[in-house]
């Protein structure tokens, strides 16, 4: 069963920074829009960030504009986020997650086909 893999979550202070990888198994991410979300305790899941399959084009939730930055290798098969200037309110699970859309420059967070599992993310000092 396709599936993806999170990684490098962790503790960090407050405007410190962390470099998110999401990889694929048993998949490539080719073709396929690329997609992360957080949930922290108590709170609903909300998108954060996403790409397209073609790369060229990328959302940013609001609150994250101009901190995240979203990326991807398809040579390597990687999805980074780049989180920059973290905020305690940035602390939660961050999952990655993929779909195929009609438009190779399109990307959202809905009908996601493929989920990881989670990386956790505080952010304390």
């Known amino acids: 069963q396709p599936y993806l893999v999170e990684s490098g979550g962790g503790l960090v202070q407050p405007g410190g920074a962390l470099r998110l990888s999401c990889v694929p198994r048993h998949f490539t991410l080719t073709n396929f829009a690329i997609s992360w979300f957080r949930q922290a305790p108590g709170k609903e899941r909300e998108g954060v960030a996403c790409i397209s399959s073609s790369g060229l084009a990328a959302l940013y939730e609001d609150s994250v504009k101009g901190r995240f930055t979203i990326s991807r290798d398809d040579a390597e098969d990687t999805v980074t986020l780049q989180m920059n200037m973290l905020e305690p309110e940035d602390s939660a699970v961050y999952y990655c997650?993929?779909?195929?859309?009609?438009?190779?420059?399109?990307?959202?967070?809905?009908?996601?086909?493929?989920w990881g599992r989670g990386t956790p993310v505080t952010v304390s000092s």
């Open positions: 997650a993929a779909n195929t859309y009609q438009s190779q420059h399109f990307c959202g967070y809905y009908g996601m086909t493929y």
